[in-house]
């Protein structure tokens, strides 16, 4: 191999409305947004290989280094599609993002009007002994996993 892959530089995930997915990214999960902007034209053209495309977008920063993620609202085309792929369907992916108490985050995100697909699980056995996982999903249906580390 003639190059090497040196990190992640951020998760992008295209929303219906930014305004909406912040209220929950950052109002409710506490990620700070870093960047806010818009680009159109041949400059987001080059780049995705959208035609006559449009975009506002946020750069939100994970807390404690944990990487970011990019949300990106699409104005045009006009054209676009809502997808929501179930977690078994070829192409869906999810977010994982540790936190400290995912029965805090539950009551939260209950607050606010976001549920989560299921209840938390602890891990019984294995590496992850002790771990707690949960499924839930953010404003237009991608899958954000909530992962509480052994105590």
Known sequence: ????????AHTGITVVDLERSLSFW???LGLE????????GEALEEITGV????????????PGGGGQIELLEY????????????????GSMHVALFVDDIEAVL???AAAGWRSHGTPRVR???????????????PDGTIVELVQAAS
């Open 124 to 138: 019984q056995e294995g590496p992850a002994k002790g771990t707690t996982f949960l499924y839930m999903s953010d």
């Open 51 to 62: 035609r006559g495309g449009a975009m506002s977008f946020a750069i939100l920063e994970v």
């Open 1 to 8: 191999m003639s190059f090497q892959v040196l990190g992640t």
């Open 107 to 109: 009551r939260d995100c």
């Open 26 to 28: 950052r109002d409710v």
């Open 75 to 90: 104005t045009a085309p006009a054209d676009r599609q809502h997808l929501r792929p179930r977690p078994f369907d070829v």
């Open 33 to 40: 947004v870093v960047l806010r902007d818009d680009v159109a």
